[in-house]
């Protein structure tokens, strides 16, 4: 449960503007939208696959 303090004489706009981000960090929406749709293992392998060069490239041209 997200919990949001309001101090006395704070709008509504940022209390919900507060909310709205705590509910966007926890990922509700994005495990939702991933529970939507099915994915096939060898898929999600290759994307995991794709992922891991990406960041290996990234962090070759770091150094």
Known sequence: MIVVP???GES????L???KR???KTGVVKELR???AFTKPSV???EQK???IYVQ???RSAE
């Open 6 to 8: 309001v101090k006395e």
């Open 34 to 36: 991933k529970r939507q």
């Open 57 to 59: 490239q990234l962090q």
């Open 17 to 19: 503007k507060k909310f």
């Open 12 to 15: 509504i706009e940022r209390s």
């Open 50 to 52: 794709m992922h891991a």
């Open 22 to 24: 705590k509910f966007e």
């Open 44 to 46: 999600l392998k290759r």
